[in-house]
């Protein structure tokens, strides 16, 4: 494995200069993870990992990234029921939802059998995520307790895949997870 050790500084040391972006950026990484088939092509959780740890080591607040990317999930979630509300049955069967029958007629399983803690539930399983709150939108689940599983989990979610990593950051730790990055992109 290539000595990591100048990457890691130099993405340390960007992240202290530049800390006001981390929220922001946390935020629109929340957003498209949560959003129905975007959040198909975002490897969230490995970038929010990275984050979490280098938010750690520029000194970040963790608060800080938990609230951003848990308001970027609520929002997401809560944008993809929106869409299917108002798309209704036309949502899945058109466009780029089109594309995964199996996925949906699982999700719509999944809610039919477990309905408001699916939703709870969706932010913790990727492909689930992915179209679980359309679904409960096109079912026409009242949003109170859409919303109310939505923050719940979403903020969950938020502090248990950020969390770790930022506790739990070591030179070492950060040079994989830059590793890990560079071999997706």
């Known amino acids: 494995m290539p000595d ?6 130099a993405a340390i040391d960007f992240a202290r200069l530049n800390q006001g972006w981390i929220p922001l950026i946390v935020f629109l990484i929340g957003l498209a993870k949560s959003l129905a088939i975007v959040s198909l092509l975002v490897p969230g959780v490995v970038i929010l990992v990275a984050i979490g740890a280098l938010a750690a080591a520029s000194g970040q607040p963790l608060w800080h990234i938990v609230l951003a990317d848990g308001l970027g999930a609520t929002l997401g979630y809560a944008l993809s029921f929106w869409a299917g509300r108002y798309w209704s049955e036309s949502i899945l069967t058109g466009g780029p939802l089109a594309r995964y029958p199996q996925a949906i007629a699982r999700s719509q399983a999944f809610f039919e059998k477990y309905g408001v803690y699916s939703v709870f539930l969706g932010h913790f399983f990727g492909p689930v995520r992915a179209f679980i709150a359309i679904i409960a939108g096109v079912s026409r689940m009242r949003e109170l307790p859409f919303q109310v599983a939505n923050v719940t989990s979403g903020f969950l979610w938020s502090f248990g895949v950020l969390a770790p990593s930022y ?4 030179s070492g730790a950060f040079d994989l997870l830059l590793a890990r990055l560079k071999d997706l992109f």
């Open 4 to 9: 990591l050790s100048n990457a890691t500084t």
């Open 167 to 170: 506790y739990g950051v070591s």
